[in-house]
């Protein structure tokens, strides 16, 4: 089973900055079947970016996928007040895992 | 506007089985997509359960496998899923989810919470 690692585990921003979060895969990924999702508190998780760098319907330009093999990055331009929210990534490549998350708090 | 609606019991005994069932609407379930179950227990993060197609082909988890069932019923344009054996370790939010053809879940149900407890 392919395990992805997300750092950091809290990132601590203001209004208008940009984020970074990191996926890790314990090995590569054969295909790009790399999905970001966001999730707020009393909600589902909500689809951003699939095939590590397609925004889904609807998603703003300011969030953007990138990566291959064993590291993948979701980007967060500028960050606006709905975007603090936990971030998942999440694995295709025969079975499906899911990182264990990164909260995006208001610092 | 494709969604999707989870529904069961929402309180299930230790070592009894746990049944729940996602409702389609706006979409049929013979369309070219995956459906699939996924939880996430209090506080924690998300855990995928299993998928299906419309013509019966199923996935699941490793670790869950064994405890597993999941159906598809087209006439009723739902899926369903089956945990048998379960403890409290099993108590979560359950959601239904369609997965496209890239392994992505991109329609989820709004998630059912899911206690075990005697």
């Known amino acids: 089973e392919i395990v992805l690692t997300q750092s950091p585990g809290i990132l601590a921003l203001s209004p208008g900055e940009r984020a970074t979060l990191s996926c890790r895969a314990s090995?590569?990924?054969?295909?790009?079947?790399l999905a970001w999702y966001q999730q707020k508190p009393g909600q589902a998780p909500r689809l951003l970016i699939s095939?590590?760098?397609s925004r889904a319907t609807g998603i703003p330009d300011r969030f953007s996928g990138s990566g291959s093999g064993t590291d993948f990055t979701l980007s967060i331009s500028r960050l606006e007040p709905e975007d603090f929210a936990v971030y998942y990534c999440?694995?295709?490549?025969?079975?499906?895992?899911f990182g264990q998350g990164t909260k995006v708090e208001i610092k | 506007q494709v969604q999707l609606q989870e529904s069961g019991p929402r309180l299930v005994k230790p070592s009894e089985t746990l049944s729940l069932t996602c409702a389609v609407s706006?979409?049929?379930?013979?369309?070219?997509?995956?459906w699939a179950w996924i939880r996430q227990p209090p506080g924690k993060g998300l855990e995928w359960i299993a998928d299906?197609?419309?013509?019966?082909?199923?996935d699941y988890n490793p670790s869950l496998k064994s405890r597993v069932v999941v159906s598809v019923d087209t006439s009723r344009n739902q899926f369903s899923l089956k945990l048998s054996s379960v403890t409290a370790a099993d108590t979560a939010v359950y959601y239904c989810?369609?997965?496209?053809?890239?392994?992505?879940?991109?329609?989820w149900g709004q998630g059912t919470m899911i206690t075990v407890s005697s």
């Open positions: 999440q694995q295709f490549d025969g079975s499906r895992t």
């Open positions: 090995q590569s990924l054969i295909s790009t079947s």
């Open positions: 095939d590590t760098a």
């Open positions: 706006g979409s049929s379930i013979t369309s070219d997509h995956l």
């Open positions: 299906l197609s419309q013509g019966g082909t199923s």
């Open positions: 989810a369609r997965e496209n053809w890239e392994g992505a879940f991109d329609i």
